[in-house]
């Protein structure tokens, strides 16, 4: 089929990564892209013609996920190093560093007044910190396997998480209690969303399905069979009216949720396909696979003007703007093979600004710290600045230069590797190292404390309304 000016079409691609992309995310003003890999690094692309990529080098394992607060002065990264870190996303990239879960953190997320930070991990649980004093609040347990995703509700007011139990749950983040769950799963869910609204959530299936519920009604309204294998991810557009997902079968695939189809299939990437996301504004969107590759797709469909649809649907059952989900049919499977409504695009990554896909690689180095402190990081200086201590990339390094030494708040750190040239002694470095370690294992010995605690809280309650319905038995009988 010839292609449309409404078509989705593929702009460029970003090489720096090693291992497969995890976890993309746009920042709030479109200029920048923050990506997540197997690689144990985070990267900082710009948009900018020939501008440098930033590589944070900090986690020890696997980043999961990432994501910029609302404002983008922060970014979020969780990793299978049981860490959640709090870089500034800037040639610094100076961090903090969380440490409360026991097992590999799966995702974070802000809530959209960036007050907020919740993470969800493969210990069970869901933590939620505070981003103003940067500190723990409270966790949420009530999973009974490793728990994938969390995201907070537009308003805040609510958290939708998925586990390996093929649970979906929805808690209260006012009394953090978990208030509805979905179980209607063969597989288990990698990934679920809020649409822009907040009156629906939507899952990414291992079982290769998506799946969108309304949860004022508690009631499923879409169920999409479109893809071949299991869906790793998926995001609304800021419209609502349309939702993308991306697949292990290799492709990315753009449904009409106003007309309950698939519009779309994208074939890009070369093997299973993990992320996507739309920009903020959705003019964009961007995924990442075990390719190693990053693809920027402008979306264009969008263009066409959704706002007239939407005024159609106002003659329906609701009269608020966009119409809700609640209107959509049909509430089936929805197959879609060989309908010629669906636009299949296979772009031959033809990019025409080859020179900027693969920009020059800054690595900015984070110290480990104890939990939600400052680190000093290796840093990219400005021109005219000396250099050559700043690069974990021999290669990248000038024999002109000297070091230069960042402070950090009272005392300086030296920036250069080195032993001999440390401005702390070394036996001070193994001490505190070894308290840095103690630390750790008091916080995850809190952790399993907190959750036997909740554990006892919910039986001691089981038990005194087993002995109420007793009592009430009894009373009857007398």
């Known amino acids: 089929m010839a292609s449309s000016p409404e078509d989705p079409v593929l702009e460029r691609y970003f090489k720096g990564h090693k291992a497969a992309i995890t976890s993309v995310d746009f920042s709030p003003n479109g200029k920048q892209l923050a990506t997540g890999s197997w690689d144990t690094f985070l990267m900082l692309w710009s948009f900018r013609p020939q501008a440098r990529a930033f590589r944070y080098v900090g986690h020890k394992d696997v980043v999961t996920s990432v994501q910029f607060s609302p404002l983008g002065n922060l970014l979020a990264s969780a990793s299978r190093d049981r860490t959640i870190r709090l870089w500034i996303p800037d040639k610094r990239g100076k961090s903090s560093e969380f440490k409360a879960h026991t097992a590999p953190v799966r995702s974070v997320d802000f809530s959209a007044d960036g007050q907020f930070l919740a993470t969800a991990s493969e210990d069970k649980s869901i933590k939620v910190w505070n981003m103003y004093r940067q500190r723990f609040l409270y966790s949420l347990y009530r999973h009974t396997h490793w728990v994938r995703c969390a995201k907070f509700s537009p308003d805040g007011r609510l958290i939708v998480s998925c586990s390996e139990d093929k649970t979906i749950k929805i808690w209260d983040t006012t009394n953090k ?231 950090k708040k009272t005392e300086d750190i030296s920036d250069l590797p080195s032993e001999n040239q440390r401005s702390i002694p070394l036996a001070v470095t193994d001490a505190l190292e070894h308290i840095m370690e103690q630390l750790n294992v008091l916080t995850q010995t809190v952790s399993i404390l907190e959750q036997r605690l909740t554990l006892t809280e919910d039986k001691l309650k089981d038990c005194l309304e087993n002995q109420q319905k007793l009592f009430n038995l009894i009373q009857q009988k007398i």
Request: aromatic content about 10%.
């Open 177 to 407: 209690q978990c208030v509805n769950n979905f179980s209607d799963f063969v597989g288990f869910a990698n990934f679920v969303a809020f649409n822009p609204n907040g009156t629906c959530i939507a899952s990414a299936g291992s079982d290769h399905t998506v799946k969108i519920w309304d949860i004022r009604v508690n009631k499923l309204l879409q169920h999409y069979q479109v893809h071949s294998g299991g869906v790793n991810c998926l995001s609304f557009h800021p419209s609502g009216n349309y939702l993308i997902t991306a697949s292990s079968d290799g492709t990315l695939k753009i449904l009409d949720l106003l007309e309950g189809r698939l519009i779309y299939t994208l074939q890009g990437h070369t093997g299973p396909v993990f992320t996507v996301s739309f920009s903020k504004g959705g003019e964009l969107f961007t995924s990442g696979g075990a390719d190693a590759q990053v693809l920027l797709w402008r979306t264009n469909f969008d263009e066409l003007n959704y706002k007239d649809i939407s005024k159609r649907n106002l003659k329906r059952l609701h009269f608020d703007s966009p119409p809700h989900l609640l209107d959509i049919y049909p509430r089936t499977p929805h197959p879609h093979e060989g309908r010629i409504e669906t636009v299949e695009i296979n772009p031959k990554l033809d990019v025409i600004d080859l020179q900027t896909s693969t920009p020059p690689v800054v690595d900015i180095l984070s110290f480990d710290s104890t939990t939600t402190t400052e680190t000093t990081v290796r840093t990219l200086p400005d021109k005219g600045e000396e250099i050559c201590g700043y690069f974990l990339n021999p290669s990248l390094m000038s024999s002109e230069c000297s070091p230069t030494i960042l402070k």
